[in-house]
């Protein structure tokens, strides 16, 4: 039997542990850096199915690192598993992580033959929106050693290199002056008026900004009583551009806005994360092809999705893993349209049947991509020297760039 029939073999022989996997941490929704029964079941598979298992690295509790086999090109699967507030596993990541165990099962079985080293990096908190799990693996060392990174994210349809944009999350916060608001409101310093400002601003400023740029967020707080004037209000606001470049030229340009709502008022700002941003995303277009290829052997096509569907762009701390090693992370398709993700709807839509055949095909189409990468030549020399080198510079430039925004 052939190494890419015998994954075959491995994983089918696994699936429907596989599938229950998904199933439970999707019927378990935990958020960011709280996902301790999903860290435990995922890290419990994986030692089944032969791995060292090392839980609670880089001083992350949630986070792991599995690995299997002895070869010098060392391939990882990252598996994400945190939920969204309220909403439950509306972003799939149940799929996310079944299908990384999916692929480094399958892939572990035939690793020494086709001189691979397999990893299942389990990766907290993606969508936190600053300091990922997966920016903090990354300083702390944990992808160090690796050669290339892959996962799947579920999505209505299948896109092989989607459109992922930079990032920054950071929360607000105004101090002004509790007054009674009928008797003596002269006396009072409303932090909520600060807020109604800062957003008034951001509404104007965005005629003004690159048509892939984007500023949303929430009021997390805002007053306590309608008959006291507010003291403390709290938002927590994204800003997106297309690069991490683009990204702190708008910054700046939206600090002013809540800039703005102190001055108007006599209010205090402080402005709180956004130190890490999330970086775009730079797909490899060789690893990229060998994945599409394999998907498309599983039945899956890659339609022209339209201009409109282009346009669509989230982004993920698999940015920052893509700019240090190569990497992918297509979309897979769980025919969920019109329900999207971040929408009760999708995350109905993620346990059924397609959901299911979408960990399937995930784990495998990256399970074979990995034995192809051990088995060609051209490409398994490529990512043996790019970690040394074109990948050191990527590094760097990745830091520098993480430290510049500081
Ligand atoms: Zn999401
Ligand atoms: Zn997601």
Known sequence: ????????????????????LSHAIHANPEPAFAEAKAAAWISELLSDGGFDVKTGICDLPTAFLAKSGRGPLHICFCAEYDALPEIGHACG???????????????????DEVGLTVSV?????EEIGDAGGKILLLERGAFADMHAAMMVHPAPFDVLTPKVIAASMFEV???????????FPELGVNAADA?????TSIGLLRQHILPTDRIHGIVVHGGDAPNIVPAHTTARFIVRGDTLAALEVLRPRVYRCFEAGAL???????????????????????????????????????????????KSAASTDMGNISRALPSIQPMIGIQSFPAVNHQREFAAQCVTI????????????????AIDLGT????????????????????QESESRIQESE
């Open 173 to 183: 916060r105004y101090t002004g002056k509790e007054a009674h608001a009928s008797s």
């Open 1 to 20: 039997m052939d190494a890419r029939a015998a994954a075959r073999e491995r994983l089918d022989s696994l699936r429907s542990r596989i599938i229950d």
């Open 354 to 369: 397609e959901a299911d055949q979408a960990v399937y095909d995930g784990a495998l189409a990256m399970a074979w991509t």
């Open 195 to 199: 807020l109604t400002i800062a957003q």
């Open 121 to 125: 990096i389990g990766t907290p908190a």
């Open 93 to 111: 990541h149940n799929i996310i992580a079944a299908a990384a165990v999916g692929a480094g099962i399958a892939a572990a079985a035939v690793a």
């Open 376 to 395: 060609d030549a051209r490409l398994r020399n490529r990512l043996l020297g790019d970690r040394s080198q074109e990948a050191e510079s990527r590094i």
């Open 264 to 310: 108007a008022t006599g209010c205090k700002l402080e402005i709180i994360g956004g130190e890490k941003p999330y970086s775009e995303m730079i797909h490899d277009p060789d690893i990229a092809a060998l994945y599409k290829r394999n998907a498309e052997l599983l039945g899956r096509s890659y339609p022209n999705v339209g201009a409109e569907k282009q």
